[in-house]
């Protein structure tokens, strides 16, 4: 087993970057086989107890920062002592416990050089060939690395910024390419519809928000012209500003407050803008195509921030201490045209983590490859463009059971860390079908497409093609992907499909609809989040979740099947809001389906029904994570017993009825009865965007409620 040591800090000084990059790599090296072992000195702020969660975390004594330092930077003080006590401490703490090899040291620290590497190199060589891996920003001082990785964008002068700093053996992995973010930001990198307008917008300034950026950001959204605009704002909750903000807000049903979020992943995809400052979210937002207007609340970020700027994938407006809510309010009016950004997904396609994963590896397996998403935009730019073998194959069909793509799309195949390989396209639509193989090479990386690989994915009966009947464009189809058929399709489970989920873009569900995804992916199935029938586009599955709005047949008729999930025992309970209107009801065992949709509300047939049993103390966001984890089981059911739903489908018995829309003034208490009276009521209010109130003595007062 290859052992990986890791040596990085954080705290409300520090931030929480270098960390979290760290960690996504961590992640991956552990899904591989590999050990992991993080060295962390304490500090207030710190994340120590988090990772300790999932690695093991050996603790350094604390130290209390030294911002007096004789000579020392601000960066080399976030260390708290000298480099060479530094790495005393780390070979007391592996020492400790009897570590005294490594497969590759890596290093994330402003405060860490060539002294402390080589002392902690030598401390591993006498019984192990340790290499070095380092992660910085800064170019300012000497490593003594086999490998460094710098994600940051500086235009031409990316790829020189290293020089004299490193040796000749070092491999430099440079550019917004290897930004270090998180898997789920590659899946879900071409599933972002396009932003045509300003409605919602993200702030975020870090958890601990030590220059109160986001009270600025705040302060200038509060102006009337913006008050059609729905705003995110995202705190820790240790954060000095957050009763001021508390309070600003209070009033404001547009704004809506989030604390302590595992991720920011559902916000960016949501936003149609962010503000914020120019950390690793920079990268985060690029991948997402989310534009930015970027406040530097560190040195290190002021650099590429203003390349980023010059070259128009954000909005730069300066280091956060000369930056007040006026120039905000300003810069949101000056960049709101959809076309003022260069999409950030030209920069970063959110598989920097893979990248850097086979160079720690040296080394690439093809076993395992599978076929994802067929319309991802960096496969099919990237791969097109830099291919450096072009390889024509002729492919005789098999028996298959086919499934529907689009022409226009390429094929892309990718090991089992989704990394690229290589894209395939069918060059005409006779059954004896011509196929192109474009293979990339990446710089660190290679892929011998050779005659035998080809052979042996004929062999393997992988590629047939069909030509559509009822449609003027040939579809191409592909039955299974590179594994092995019988594992990966099981009796009755719904073959690889282009699946469309469609929900109102500000529903409650979009937060949980993540995990969706990340199973029908893994389920090898193209998925595509939109949320207007206008985006709509031929396919063969479309989940129809939380969508308010009636679907025309004409839409309906772009997927083979529109599935609707319904809580209720219908055909009782059509209409609106079913769970809060049975909930008022006093009902804790709450049916849901899973239904045909039709162009007669809530009226197809019934594929799937099971039930939400609550126990009737839950509040609006549990018995919607409840509700969300049901619908998600249902539509992964579907998929998984495809066939026996159609066979054992049911047409809705007996009369109909229907739940009215629920209006603000539903959520009205009365003040002459109890709590306890109204209990159900408070349940299903919405704490932020339809509160619970009350009347009395001629004025209006709103109530929230939170379980203690």
């Known amino acids: 087993m290859s052992r990986f040591i890791f040596r990085c800090d954080s705290s409300n000084l520090i931030g929480s970057g270098h960390i979290v990059r760290c960690r996504n790599i961590a992640r991956e090296l552990v899904k591989s086989g590999a050990e992991v072992i993080f060295i962390c000195r304490p500090q207030s702020g710190d994340l120590i107890r988090s990772l300790d969660e999932e690695f093991n975390v050996l603790s350094l004594p604390q ?23 530094d790495a005393t401490d780390c070979i007391n703490a592996l020492l400790s416990q009897d570590i005294d090899t490594a497969n590759w040291l890596v290093v994330d620290h402003y405060s860490l050089d060539s002294q402390w590497e080589n002392i902690m190199l030598g401390y591993f060589s006498s019984k192990s060939n340790c290499k070095l891996l380092v992660i910085d920003d800064l170019a300012n001082r000497p490593h003594e690395a086999d490998l460094l990785i710098d994600q940051n964008f500086f235009g031409s002068k990316t790829q020189q910024r290293y020089k004299n700093l490193v040796s000749t053996k070092c ?3 440079l550019g917004p390419s290897y930004a270090l973010i998180g898997p789920e930001y590659s899946q879900l990198h071409s599933l972002v519809p396009l932003r045509m307008s300003m409605n919602r917008i993200l702030i975020f300034f870090g958890g601990s928000d030590i220059n109160n950026g986001t009270l600025k950001a705040v302060k200038a959204l509060l102006s009337k012209e913006f008050s059609h605009i729905f705003v995110d704002i995202v705190l820790g909750f240790k954060c000095s500003s957050l009763e001021e903000i508390n309070s600003l807000i209070k009033d404001k049903m547009n704004f809506t407050l989030h604390t302590a979020l595992p991720s920011l992943i559902g916000l960016i995809a949501r936003a149609d803008l962010a503000i914020g400052t120019g950390g690793i979210t920079t990268w985060e937002k690029a991948c997402l195509d989310l534009p930015s207007i970027v406040i530097s609340d560190g040195e290190n970020q002021i650099g590429y921030n203003k390349y980023l700027h010059n070259h128009r994938y954000t909005y730069y407006l300066g280091d956060i201490d000369q930056v007040n809510p006026d120039q905000i309010r300003q810069a949101l009016n000056y960049v709101s045209s959809p076309h003022f950004f260069q999409p950030g997904s030209q920069l970063v396609d959110g598989l920097g983590v893979f990248r850097v994963i086979h160079a720690l590896h040296d080394q690439l397996s093809t076993h395992g490859c599978r076929v994802q998403s067929a319309n991802n935009k960096y496969f099919t730019k990237e791969f097109l463009n830099s291919y450096k073998n072009h390889i024509n194959l002729n492919c005789k069909c098999e028996s298959f059971k086919p499934l529907s793509y689009d022409s226009s799309h390429n094929y892309c195949v990718s090991d089992l860390s989704n990394l690229p390989l290589f894209v395939m396209r069918f060059l005409n639509t006779s059954l004896s079908n011509a196929l192109n193989l474009v293979v990339r090479e990446e ?60 929900t109102d873009q500000s529903s409650w569900i979009n937060n949980y609809l993540p995990k969706l995804i990340f199973s029908l992916w893994e389920r090898n199935h193209a998925v595509r989040l939109i949320h207007s029938v206008d985006q709509l586009c031929e396919g063969d599955v ?25 809580e209720s025992d219908l055909p009782q309970g059509k209409g609106w809001s079913p769970m809060s209107w049975q909930i008022l009801e006093g009902n804790n065992s709450i049916p849901i389906c899973l239904i045909e949709a039709s162009h007669n ?25 409840m509700q969300a984890a049901k619908t998600i089981e249902l539509c992964l059911r579907w998929c998984d017993n495809n066939n026996d739903c159609i066979i054992n489908s049911k047409p809705q018995y007996g009369n109909s009825t229907f739940y009215k829309k629920r209006k603000p003034d539903d959520s009205m208490l009365d003040v002459n009865y109890t709590i306890s009276d109204q209990f159900d009521l408070l349940r299903i209010v919405d704490n932020e965007h339809y509160p619970a109130y009350f009347q009395h003595r001629g004025q209006k007062y709103k109530i929230k409620i939170e379980e203690c």
């Open 63 to 85: 130290i209390l920062p030294n911002y007096n330092l004789n000579d020392q930077s601000l960066h080399l003080s976030w260390l708290g002592c000298t480099q060479i006590e």
């Open 171 to 173: 491999k430099l992995l």
């Open 443 to 502: 710089p660190h990386y290679s892929f011998n497409c050779d005659n035998n690989f080809s052979q042996s994915l004929l062999v393997q009966g992988i590629f047939s093609e069909h030509i559509r009947n009822n449609h003027k464009l040939s579809s191409k189809y592909i039955y299974h992907c590179l594994q092995s058929p019988t594992q990966i399709l099981k009796s009755g489970q719904l073959p690889p499909s282009c699946i469309s989920i469609l």
């Open 542 to 566: 479309c989940f129809v979740l939380s969508f308010s709005s009636i679907i025309k047949s004409q839409f309906l008729s772009l997927h083979r099947f529109n599935l609707v999930v319904h």
């Open 601 to 625: 509300v809530d009226s197809g047939s019934i594929y799937l029904k099971d039930q939400i049993n609550l126990e009737g103390h839950e509040l609006s966001s549990e018995w919607r994570k």
